[in-house]
């Protein structure tokens, strides 16, 4: 079936602009994460999804970056007043969270966005 | 999460055996050990986890030390496709059996395999 998918794959904009990633979890996937991976570390995380609700927004850097997931499945990252920081790979991960076994939390990435702020 | 500790990176060649190591001696008893990959410019993916007993799947092996401070993920033939950066992450399964919430990732093992 299909995986994660993102949109769109790269993303160019100007100090200042304002952005948005779109996410397209996989069907059914009641949970969806966003993080972010900086060149040479590893994924850091963003925000949770549990449905429609952030269930922890914990990793948030700041009152610039913004999530939602308004029907329970596609989520949109929205980034304003970006930053040359904000340069990332953004990566989007969903999991079904019902079933049986440890599967069910497994977390499902897409390929990820890639944002490069002049 | 507790913290795990893995070397920066290894080297293997095409065909053999690659043991790859993780310590956390800090694990509790509700911690799962799971493993992730990211192969190159994609996102990360699942490869195993397990608790205590030693796991095996399609894609690897999990061997966990009989105290819990240690585990090994064994890729039994390496190929040039498993050349990637292996994260090894606890996650806690709580009261509930469920451990929902986020992956907490380290800097991994960079495995490069020589033709």
């Known amino acids: 079936g299909a995986g994660v998918s993102q949109t769109p794959s790269n993303k160019v904009t100007e100090k200042g602009k304002y952005v948005e990633l779109r996410c397209d979890p996989i069907?059914?996937?009641?949970?969806l994460y966003w993080y972010r991976q900086s060149l040479g570390q590893g994924p850091e995380f963003l925000i949770y999804?549990?449905?429609?609700?952030?269930?922890?927004d914990s990793g948030l850097p700041n009152d610039r970056f913004f999530a939602v997931r308004p029907e329970g499945s596609v989520s949109t990252l929205k980034i304003q007043r970006t930053e040359r920081g904000d340069s990332a790979v953004y990566l989007c991960?969903?999991?079904?969270?019902?079933?049986?076994?440890?599967?069910?939390?497994?977390?499902?990435f897409g390929p990820g966005t890639r944002l490069t702020v002049l | 999460d507790a913290k795990t500790t893995q070397p920066n990176s290894m080297e293997s060649n095409e065909e053999e055996p690659v043991h790859l190591p993780c310590n956390h001696s800090?694990?509790?008893?509700?911690?799962?050990i799971h493993w992730y990959r990211q192969l190159p410019s994609q996102g990360p993916e699942y490869v195993i986890h397990?608790?205590?007993s030693n796991v095996n799947n399609r894609m690897a092996s999990l061997a966990i030390a009989e105290d819990r401070k240690s585990s090994t993920l064994i890729l039994h033939r390496a190929t040039l496709r498993d050349a990637a950066v292996y994260y090894c992450?606890?996650?806690?399964?709580?009261?509930?059996?469920?451990?929902?919430?986020?992956?907490?990732f380290g800097q991994g093992t960079i495995l490069t395999v020589h033709p």
């Open positions: 992450i606890l996650r806690d399964v709580g009261a509930g059996g469920t451990s929902y919430g986020k992956l907490t």
């Open positions: 991960a969903s999991s079904p969270t019902t079933g049986t076994g440890g599967m069910r939390d497994t977390q499902y």
């Open positions: 069907s059914g996937h009641t949970a």
């Open positions: 397990g608790l205590t």
């Open positions: 999804f549990q449905g429609t609700g952030a269930a922890d």
């Open positions: 800090t694990i509790s008893g509700t911690d799962y």
